[in-house]
Structures are given as C-alpha cells and as structure tokens.
C-alpha cells in the first residue's frame, strides 16, 4: 500500500485544514487508517484512527473537539479535518495503513506517508 499525504500548510491559530491520505496498492481493500504526528525533537504521538468500515474512531485526548477523522472507501482515502488550530499542533503528520486489529498503537500500522507539514502561528 502506498500512501500519499497531503494538505499541510502554514496557518494562524483559531484557523482550519483538511489533510487527506491517498491510498493506492495493496491487495485487500479494507485497513484501517490513522493519522499521527511528530513536532521537532519529540517523538511520534498519535492523533485519531479510524477503523476500516469506518465504524469506530478513536482520538488523542489533545485533539478531541476540534479534529475529525473520516475516510471515503470508495476513493481509497482519509481524511483529518482540523478546526482551532493551535500553535502546539505545529507539527509534521503522517497518514498510515495497517491489516492488523484496529489499534492506535503505532506497530499496528504497517505502511506510512512521507508526511506533511503542518505550521500553527500564534
């Protein structure tokens, strides 16, 4: 599965953006898709993942209210809705893939974005 993250800009706080992850590849269908995060010199946290049939999602706690995780089985691709941006949000995100049970553990994804960059002034 190969996976491309875009979206990503900068933008002042209070604003909105709308990460999509282009899926391609692969040779079953449905995985489960998440979105995760690193801000420089931190490692990599996650952010929200949502299951393949889309009916469970899960959140950090940082960015429950303001982010929405959604996905289009049909067009192969996630989504990361981000409302009320704030400067610690500032950070690169990557999209992942995963066959394995439904988790938002990062070893549950098996394939990963090149990232994008998201920039939140104040």
């Known amino acids: 599965v190969q996976l491309q993250a875009s979206g990503g800009g900068l933008v002042q706080a209070g604003d909105s953006l709308r990460l999509s992850c282009a899926a391609s590849?692969?040779?079953?269908?449905?995985?489960?898709m998440g979105w995760f995060r690193q801000a420089p010199g931190k490692g990599r946290e996650f952010v929200a993942a949502?299951?393949?049939?889309?009916?469970?999602?899960d959140y950090a706690d940082s960015v429950k209210g303001r982010f929405t995780i959604s996905r289009d089985n049909a067009k192969n691709t996630s989504y990361l809705q981000m409302n009320n941006l704030k400067p610690e949000d500032t950070a690169v995100y990557y999209c992942?893939?995963?066959?394995?049970?439904?988790?938002?553990?990062?070893?549950?994804?098996?394939?990963w974005g090149q990232g994008t960059q998201v920039t939140v002034s104040s």
């Open positions: 949502v299951i393949w049939n889309g009916g469970r999602r």
């Open positions: 992942a893939a995963g066959y394995s049970t439904y988790s938002t553990r990062r070893s549950s994804y098996d394939y």
């Open positions: 590849g692969g040779t079953r269908s449905y995985y489960n």
